[in-house]
Nanobody, 124 residues
Framework: QVQLVESGGGLVQEGGSLRLSCAASASTVRYYAMGWFRQAPGKEREFVAASSWSGGTTDYADSVRGRFTISRVNANNTVSLQMNSLKLEDTAVYYC?????????????????WGKGTLVTVSS
């Protein structure tokens, strides 16, 4: 069973930056697409960003494009999300996810694995 463990969440001021990381427990996800979703209080979980296993294909939600950057280091089974110019509306629990193909993310389909989430709070 693959486990995904997020880290890097916390409290940051509006306009600031934060970097999230997700470590996978098994090397099998090295060839999986990996990405991030988020869920704000009282809202449904939404897609944020995704990367193919090679990093050659990435996708972003319109709300974060140009501010967030996803990257991965397959050698240590990690994927990161660099978040810049944070806004109040970025406040949410951020979840790492993995799927066999980037197409699953692009189609907003069902993920194979989920992390438990890390809280990001943006304050004014």
């Amino acid at each position: 069973q693959v486990q995904l463990v997020e880290s890097g969440g916390g409290l940051v001021q509006e306009g600031g930056s934060l970097r999230l990381s997700c470590a996978a427990s098994a090397s099998t996800v090295r060839y999986y697409a990996m990405g991030w979703f988020r869920q704000a209080p009282g809202k449904e979980r939404e897609f944020v960003a995704a990367s193919s296993w090679s990093g050659g294909t990435t996708d972003y939600a319109d709300s974060v494009r140009g501010r967030f950057t996803i990257s991965r280091v397959n050698a240590n089974n990690t994927v990161s999300l660099q978040m810049n110019s944070l806004k109040l509306e970025d406040t949410a629990v951020y979840y790492c996810a993995a799927a066999r193909a980037i197409g699953t993310f692009l189609a907003r389909g069902a993920m194979d694995y989920w992390g438990k989430g890390t809280l990001v709070t943006v304050s004014s």
